[in-house]
Nanobody, 129 residues
């Protein structure tokens, strides 16, 4: 079992930045794929970014096209925490952001909700114009 707690959401003006954090507990964090998803009102939950182990001490990061170049996912295994640095925020980034954890094969890109059995409660990000 894995417990996930997100923090760092809030209200920000367009062009601004926020950093989301997700603290994980309950199993070996370093071997988990960690992902960020978001869900806007009336829309399905969509993939934002993921980081997963690719061998040795190497972790890859993979992003949705809509956030590539603006968002950065990172992890601190010593703190059991994954981060999402969001820069150049746009109104269309407004959503509830969810952290997710799952066990996927080495080198597998985990960009679908079905690959993650564990989810946080979500944190609201609102971008105003």
């Amino acid at each position: 079992q894995v417990q996930l707690v997100e923090s760092g959401g809030g209200l920000v003006q367009a062009g601004g930045s926020l950093r989301l954090s997700c603290l994980a507990s309950g199993r070996t964090f370093s071997s988990c794929a960690m992902g960020w998803f978001r869900q806007a009102p009336g829309k399905e939950r969509e993939f934002v970014a993921t980081t997963s182990w690719s061998g040795g001490s190497i972790y890859y990061a993979y992003y949705a096209d809509s956030v590539k170049g603006r968002f950065t996912i990172s992890r601190d295994n010593a703190k059991n925490t994954v981060y999402l640095q969001m820069n150049s925020l746009k109104r269309e980034d407004t959503a509830v952001y969810y952290c997710a954890a799952g066990a996927v094969g080495r080198g597998i890109v985990a960009d679908t909700t079905t690959q993650y059995p564990y989810w946080g409660q979500g944190t609201q990000v609102t971008v105003s114009s």
